[in-house]
């Protein structure tokens, strides 16, 4: 069974371009959630999704973030005019669902606005 | 709100000596889960174990412990005979057993180095 994967591992890119980043999450797992980390700090919750429909977003997922999945398997986040503070590491995990379920998190992309 | 505060920055060890991170949380609720993530140079968080807040009884895997005290709200996570391999960040999260919640509140993590 592979584990979560996300493409780019790393993206550099210019203030105010878009990104676009992949997740595949587990096979046969039906939650996907995205998370956020900043240097020195844990990973913050932005998003997740129950199979295509997107079930809760966090107040840090600004007008210039949008999150899709789909068709239920992998997601993509894209950020729009990028900003330097945009600047982190963003992580998807994936579950069978439910708070007592384990996420298993991806390696991240890491994301540089210059 | 939930918090989990994970006061030690870094530690920086011998190996073979023995060390604990310790973690505590705040919650109001009275049903949530307990969480260590290993995170290693390469960026992916580790799951390394999983505890609900009616089960405090303490787990050994290998070199590792935990210490669950419901009465300090504490997860504490010892790591016996270090090696150089366990240098990494380690991450304590709490997520509440509420419906339809699942986000995973994380620790700002420990950094730990082993110095052979």
């Known amino acids: 069974d592979t584990g979560v994967s996300q493409d780019p591992r790393h993206k550099i890119t210019k203030r105010g371009q878009n990104v676009t980043f992949r997740c595949d999450p587990i096979?046969?797992?039906?939650?996907l959630y995205w998370y956020r980390q900043t240097l020195g700090q844990g990973p913050e919750f932005l998003t997740y999704f129950q199979n295509e429909a997107q079930l809760e977003k966090s107040r840090l997922l600004s007008d210039r973030f949008s999150a899709e999945r789909p068709k239920g398997s992998f997601s993509t986040l894209e950020i729009q005019r990028t900003e330097q503070g945009d600047s982190a590491m963003y992580l998807c995990?994936?579950?069978?669902?439910?708070?007592?379920?384990?996420?298993?998190f991806g390696a991240g992309t890491r994301l540089s606005v210059l | 709100a939930q918090k989990v505060t994970q006061a030690q920055t870094e530690i920086s060890v011998v190996e073979k000596e023995d060390v604990t991170l310790d973690c505590v949380y705040e919650?109001?609720?009275?049903?949530?889960?307990l969480f260590w993530y290993k995170q290693p140079p390469s960026g992916e968080l580790v799951f390394l174990i999983r505890?609900?807040?009616?089960?405090?009884q303490n787990e050994i895997s290998g070199r590792y412990s935990w210490n669950f005290q419901k009465s300090t709200s504490s997860f504490n996570f010892t790591i016996t005979a270090s090696q150089v391999v366990d240098s990494a960040v380690y991450f304590c999260a709490l997520i509440l057993s509420n419906f339809g919640n699942e986000k995973l509140t994380f620790g700002t993590g420990t950094r730990l180095t082993i110095i052979p």
């Open positions: 505890r609900n807040s009616f089960d405090e």
């Open positions: 995990a994936s579950s069978t669902g439910g708070a007592k379920n384990i996420q298993y």
């Open positions: 919650t109001r609720d009275t049903t949530y889960y």
């Open positions: 096979s046969e797992h039906n939650r």
